[in-house]
């Protein structure tokens, strides 16, 4: 019965790593060789044409049509050196994952044959029509169709045998039905509201870039094995599997030695992933068995993102090559380390300055500390919205559960920070500001380590942790879109930065001095902004009481959590920063718990499915063969004797019997709770119906199931178990 088990196993056994050839090139060589980067746009574009286009990806100056077409036509020559016969406009609907849709180039010549075209008209805009993409009842198919369109600053690449042109998708209303366009919102608004705080400091700045390094920590699972379990195969995640005698007890695995055939994978990814110029640059094993981690260096935000969708792509086809599959799910295995995205982020300047980073004078410092006391204030006001912005179906089991990051907000800033920020707050502002013997100012700021860096003491509880130089934001789910915190906490930024700058001009245009102005304010915002700076264990008991009380918020329900997005203090600040409208937001959490229903609706149907067709079958067949042994031992032994000896056979029949009666009644009772939930016409009640009275019984359904696997003969268990796994590479 379970042979099919058994050769999956021993066949994932025997698999050798696959070979990889190293291109003849050195990566420096290979790097970006599918990319339209500037250096192909130097060599494909008339040089009045590339300075349109490089105005346009650094300025956001618009293109003409005319340019478009020149841009277009450098691009298909290009594209066709590299044998590519199609194009497509690639976008993140609000799915997770991108969606695309091919063109060839060829189009009727007019005398019977064809001729290869693509003009800027195909560049600019495309309709995705007919496509059915979530859209929380913005765009009604008959009223109003969304178009695709093109995003200059993020280049075009090279896929198979597919010219992928970035864009953004948006209802002819106006309205974003993606994650690009409220991206880029949010980062004009960060990079305005940012540029008027620099210029306290430096009036230099033109222009500050939100930046991003992602983490991706992902697990690998031989495909064979994977295949074998629907429930991953359906679902993404194990929906059962007792734990493994052995799992990360021993921490054995973080940083460990990287198994062969998982290295072979690897290199094949990185060195794809260079050649579409994504600049990966970290590996290693993570915590949990079969779980790893890949890093790129960090990039501006836009584009960073569109690297961690593609590396996704790319990860799962690479993953197919070398017979894994690769597993992006936060909590695929039960009581094994989940996966995250840490999404490190910070601001720098174009004259070269990280704002979040300490410099060598005191006004360094005081631009220093202006940045990062604002950034605690756009956390502390939107931690519920930062949290909604993490928040999925599937991040859910990570968030709360013990492991980065808590359920909960905040913020560790180490003890260096910590005690700068209390020198300010505990001083006097005159011994702050004051006038040296020429006249020429001083500040009272301590002196900050650049070596900050080392020195932080990696709080892995802290859920927005400062780390030297940025803010790592590790609460982001590992098959999210980096977007979706990305926006919230830029537009969250931004909005806080422009009330700083009303605030300190209010204060200089009454007369005082512009360093004084800016201590003011920041000695209130840090005595303020106290509650969400947290350097403790954001895992222990007390800390959920402790926020309680500091009025963070604390709530766990994922479909509640989303309601954040739709407080007034959240849609006042979307809309005054320009990020998104009311009417968006409104939409956009319909699609929310929308997917929220779905993802939960999906595992139950599976879990239901499985527990009646493969566990209890397997179970009862089991039972049987105990049944049929504590007969014959009647018809052997003494009735007594038999009796004795067949006590340990007769306790485990009823126990199955007690298992498999209560999976079955609670299958059923699931059943008729969807029907129920179902009815809800909204869908945010239904959702919480989903979260409220479907989910938990998924884990109580699981626990009878994993006891019956501890139970039931090994041999007749049919479903790959959590040892082989975990461990089998
Ligand atoms: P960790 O020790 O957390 O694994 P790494 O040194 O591997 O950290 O860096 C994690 C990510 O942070 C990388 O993508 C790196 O490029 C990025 N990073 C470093 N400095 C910054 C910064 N100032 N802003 C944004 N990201 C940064
Ligand atoms: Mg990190």
């Given at each position: 019965m379970s042979s099919l088990r058994f050769n999956v196993v021993e066949d994932a056994f025997k698999k050798k790593a696959a070979t990889v050839a190293a291109p003849a090139e050195r990566p420096d060589k290979y790097f970006g060789k599918y990319v339209f980067n500037r250096e192909k746009m130097l060599e494909f574009l008339p040089q009045a044409v590339y300075s349109k286009l490089t105005d346009a990806i650094d300025h956001g100056t618009p293109l003409s049509r005319d340019v478009a077409d020149q841009v277009a036509a450098g691009m298909k020559q290009w594209a066709l050196s590299l044998g590519v016969t199609h194009y497509t406009h690639w976008f993140q609907p609000l799915t997770e994952g991108t969606a695309e849709k091919h063109d060839s180039f060829i189009e009727p010549d007019g005398k019977g044959g064809m001729i290869e075209e693509f003009s800027g008209k195909?560049?600019?805009?495309?309709?995705?029509?007919?496509?059915s993409f979530p859209n929380g009842g913005i765009r009604n198919t008959f009223e109003a169709r969304g178009y695709s369109a093109w995003d200059p600053s993020s280049p075009v690449f090279v896929v198979d045998d597919t010219l992928c042109i970035p864009t953004v998708f948006i209802a002819y209303t106006g309205e974003s039905l993606d994650y690009k366009a409220p991206l880029l919102r949010a980062l004009r608004a960060v990079d305005k509201a940012a540029v008027d705080v620099c210029h306290y400091f430096n009036p230099e700045v033109k222009k500050v870039v939100a930046y991003l390094g992602w983490e991706q920590e992902y697990f690998l699972v031989d495909e064979g094995l994977y295949a074998a379990r629907p429930d991953l195969l359906l679902t993404g995640r194990t929906l059962m599997g007792h734990e493994a005698s052995k799992n990360q007890q021993l921490e054995d695995h973080y940083f460990g030695a990287i198994p062969q055939r998982v290295m072979a994978f690897m290199k094949d990814l990185e060195i794809q992933a260079l050649q579409l110029g994504v600049p990966v640059k970290t590996r290693h094993n993570e915590v949990a068995p079969n779980q790893f981690e890949l890093a790129p260096i960090f990039e501006e935000c836009n584009l960073a993102v569109d690297h961690n969708m593609l590396i996704m792509a790319l990860m799962r086809n690479v993953a197919r090559n070398h017979g894994f599959r690769v597993l992006l799910h936060e909590k695929p295995f039960k009581g094994v380390n989940g996966s995250g995205k840490h999404n490190n982020w910070s601001l720098g300047t174009d004259t070269g300055i990280l704002l979040m980073a300490p410099g060598k004078t005191a006004t360094d410092n005081l631009r220093f500390i202006t940045f990062i006391v604002n950034t605690l204030m756009a956390v502390y006001h939107h931690d519920g919205l930062l949290k909604a912005s993490i928040m999925s179906a599937t991040n859910a089991h990570r968030l709360g559960a013990n492991e980065a990051p808590p359920a909960i907000i905040s913020s560790f800033l180490g003890k260096t920070l910590t005690g700068v920020l209390e020198h300010l707050e505990t001083s006097r502002l005159e011994d702050l500001v004051s006038l040296g013997q020429k006249s020429e100012l001083k500040l009272?700021?301590?002196?900050?380590?650049?070596?900050?860096?080392?020195?932080?003491?990696?709080?892995?509880t802290s859920p927005f942790a400062f780390t030297g130089n940025r803010f790592e934001f590790r609460a982001v789910g590992s098959e999210a879109n980096c977007a979706g915190a990305m926006i919230a906490l830029n537009a969250a930024v931004a909005h806080q930065l422009t009330l700083f700058k009303q605030e300190v001009d209010g204060l200089i245009a009454a007369g005082e001095e512009k360093n004084t102005a800016i201590l003011t304010v920041v000695r209130r915002y840090i005595k303020e902004?106290?509650?969400?700076?947290?350097?403790?264990?954001?895992?222990?008991?007390?800390?959920?009481?402790?926020?309680?009380?500091?009025?963070?918020?604390?709530?766990?329900?994922?479909?509640l959590i989303f309601d954040n997005y739709l407080t007034e203090g959240s849609v006042a600040m979307f809309e005054a920063t320009g990020v998104m409208t009311r009417k968006e937001l409104a939409a956009r959490n319909e699609v929310k718990w929308e997917m929220y229903t779905k993802k939960i609706q999906i595992e139950a149907r599976v879990l239901?499915?499985?527990?009646?067709?493969?566990?209890?079958?397997?179970?009862t067949k089991y039972q049987t063969?105990?049944?049929?042994?504590?007969?014959?031992?009647?018809?052997?032994?003494?009735?007594?004797?038999?009796?004795?000896?067949?006590?340990?056979n007769l306790e485990l029949i009823e126990q199955i019997a007690n298992h498999t009666s209560f999976i079955k009644e609670h299958v059923d009772a699931m059943v008729e709770a969807r029907k129920v939930a179902n009815r809800e016409l909204s869908e945010r009640k239904k959702a919480i119906a989903y979260h409220d009275n479907i989910a938990p019984m998924l884990e109580e359904i699981r626990y009878h199931i994993d006891k019956l696997e501890l139970i039931v003969d090994d041999r007749m268990w049919?479903?790959?178990?959590y040892r082989e796994l975990l461990f089998v590479r």
């Open positions: 195909l560049l600019v805009q495309q309709e995705p029509d007919a496509s009272d700021i301590p002196q900050i380590p650049e070596l900050l860096i080392d020195n932080t003491d990696r709080n892995r902004c106290k509650p969400i700076c947290f350097d403790g264990n954001g895992y222990s008991e007390e800390w959920k009481q402790m926020a309680r009380e500091r009025g963070l918020d604390c709530e766990t329900s994922c479909p239901g499915d499985l527990a009646m067709n493969h566990i209890i079958p397997v179970a063969e105990l049944i049929d042994n504590v007969y014959k031992m009647q018809s052997i032994f003494p009735a007594e004797k038999a009796a004795h000896m067949s006590a340990r049919t479903l790959p178990k």
